[in-house]
């Protein structure tokens, strides 16, 4: 993607469950359904002129390859990567392969819930962290890639 025009290329990558958006534990992870999510990243992106694409799975093997292609396609990163944000150093190793921007999203506030979720194995590899603000964190998250960007 062009970095005139329709602008840089962001891959807003997403783990296992995700997908369950709106009926998983929506006194967790809030009632917005993955397609709203999906609508929201595409409409932040364009108003912040970013080329956004989404994508979910519920792979370790696949998100790691979409990460390959982000670093190949010099496009920035937003990741949730769910469950495996605790414990992959597979995916660490991928994003510290990044030279764009990466930011961790989260739904929730990990920090303020079980004890398993209070580390992340990425975290030390990211640009940065938002998390608990529902949907929300994601389009603070793109914002923050329009402002802060530190390539392209
Ligand atoms: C999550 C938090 C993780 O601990 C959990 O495994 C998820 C979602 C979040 O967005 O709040 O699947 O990444």
Redesign the pocket.
């Known amino acids: 993607m062009s970095r005139e025009g329709v602008g840089r290329s962001v891959f807003v990558l997403n783990?296992?469950?995700?997908g369950r958006l709106g009926s998983r534990e929506p006194e967790?992870?809030g009632h917005a359904s993955y397609a709203d999510l999906v609508s929201l990243c595409e409409s932040e992106g364009a108003a912040l002129s970013l080329s956004v694409e989404t994508r979910q799975t519920e792979d370790e093997a696949e998100l790691i390859r979409w990460i390959h292609e982000a670093i190949d396609a010099d496009a920035d990163i937003v990741i949730?990567?769910?469950?495996f944000?605790?414990y992959s150093y597979a995916l660490r190793d991928a994003l510290a392969q990044c030279t764009g921007t990466v930011i961790e999203?989260?739904?929730?506030?990990?920090a303020s819930?079980e004890e398993f979720?209070h580390e992340s194995v990425v975290a030390a590899v990211a640009t940065g962290t938002i998390?608990g603000f529902g949907v929300e964190?994601y389009r603070l998250a793109l914002q923050a890639i329009g402002r802060f960007r530190t390539s392209g």
């Not at 949730?80 to 469950?83: L, Q, S, Y």
């Open positions: 783990g296992p469950n995700l967790v992870y949730n990567p769910a469950a944000t605790h999203v989260h739904l929730s506030n990990p819930r979720r998390a964190s």
